[in-house]
């Protein structure tokens, strides 16, 4: 959906208190403007998709200790931190970004964890590489000529999520990244956690127990 500068004569009271409830809404006062008149006319716009996902996420993450959802630091992006039980407790940071076009996909998911620890960063690196073998694997037998995309290094994930059915409701997709967060998570802890000999049996469990669930992201 393309973009177009416009010249509107507007009251300056109603200007600032347009800019007061965009500040709050931690928006611009022409994205706040083009959502307002959208409603109006009963247009949905890409911002009104991402709210009603980032809320459906939000909605599920809030009643999953140890997550915790940090905020949006933008209309199209949120954050989600994750206490790690190692050594100088680092924040495992799950950043979630929303796409205003469905046509590379519904949107990434960045990990990545602030340490300046080489021995942690290695770990997260080798649960990173683990991970995402174990995904593809299964994911190409349920779903034949799907190759997740992902980017891994330095400690950090960055995996690109597609709808497997594009009929998914704005709800549904927020529930299906929270669920996919909360598995990467629980994943992650059982991988530190566990024997090395055990790592790949446990993470394989905690996968197929998520897969069960009927995912509608790939």
């Given amino acids: 959906m393309g973009k177009s500068v416009y010249s509107l004569v507007l009251s300056d009271d109603v200007v600032e208190k347009i800019d007061q409830a965009a500040y709050q809404k931690n928006t611009s006062r022409s994205n706040l403007i083009n959502q307002i008149l959208a409603e109006y006319v009963s247009f ?22 140890p997550l915790a959802v940090q905020g949006q630091s933008s209309g199209a992006m949120l ?5 790690l039980q190692v050594k100088y407790n680092p924040t495992l940071k799950y950043t979630v970004e ?9 949107g990434e998911l960045k990990i990545m964890a602030r340490t300046q620890s080489a021995q942690l960063l290695e770990l997260l690196d ?6 995402c073998s174990v995904e593809t694997r299964y994911l190409a037998r349920l ?5 997740p995309n992902y980017q ?14 594009t009929s998914c409701c704005n709800e549904e997709i927020g529930e299906a990244l929270a669920k ?39």
Avoid: W
Avoid at 45 to 55: C, L, N, V, Y
Avoid at 143 to 147: D, H, L, Y
């Fill in 98 to 106: 929303l796409f205003r076009s469905r046509e590379q996909g519904v």
């Fill in 180 to 218: 996919y967060i909360q598995m990467v998570d629980a994943a992650l802890k059982q991988y530190i956690s566990a024997p090395p000999v055990e790592r790949q049996r446990a993470m394989e469990q905690i996968y197929t127990n998520y897969l069960q669930q009927t995912p509608v992201i790939v």
């Fill in 152 to 165: 891994i290094g330095q400690g950090r994930l960055q995996r690109r999520f597609f709808l497997l059915n």
């Fill in 126 to 131: 080798g649960f990173f590489l683990l991970f």
């Fill in 143 to 147: 779903f034949p000529g799907i190759s």
């Fill in 79 to 83: 954050s989600i931190r994750s206490p």
């Fill in 44 to 65: 949905v716009t890409p911002e009104k998709h991402m709210q009603d996902i980032f809320r459906a996420l939000t909605q599920i993450i809030s009643q999953c200790q």
